[in-house]
Nanobody, 126 residues
């Protein structure tokens, strides 16, 4: 069983920064796909950034390219999302997720990820 625990959300003004953390625990072998997703009220859950542990490739939604950075610290079993130059439209609950069998880490829909954290709120005020 894989467990994910996020932390690091909060409230910031536009232009500010936050760093989200996700501790990954449990038994995982081989390559897997880790992702950060977000869901704003009344909107569908969307992918923000993803990390393929096998290739170490990263993938970003167009809306966050150049502002957000996904990274992994293997020693700490932790996935990070650095959020810079935040905008009010970045306000959402942010989730980390993992999948061990995937077709395309960059584009597989959220419904294919079986493991999810509880979410952490990010609020950006103008």
């Amino acid at each position: 069983q894989v467990q994910l625990l996020e932390s690091g959300g909060g409230s910031v003004q536009a232009g500010g920064s936050l760093r989200l953390s996700c501790v990954v625990s449990g038994y995982i072998t081989g390559s897997y796909c880790l992702g950060w997703f977000r869901q704003a009220p009344g909107k569908e859950r969307e992918g923000v950034a993803r990390f393929n542990t096998g290739s170490s490739r990263t993938f970003y939604a167009d809306s966050v390219k150049g502002r957000f950075t996904i990274s992994q610290d293997n020693a700490k079993n932790t996935l990070y999302l650095q959020l810079n130059r935040l905008k009010p439209e970045d306000t959402a609950v942010y989730y980390c997720a993992a999948v061990t069998t995937f077709y395309d880490c960059a584009t597989d829909p959220p419904t294919t990820f079986p493991y999810w954290g509880q979410g952490t709120q990010v609020t950006v005020s103008s």
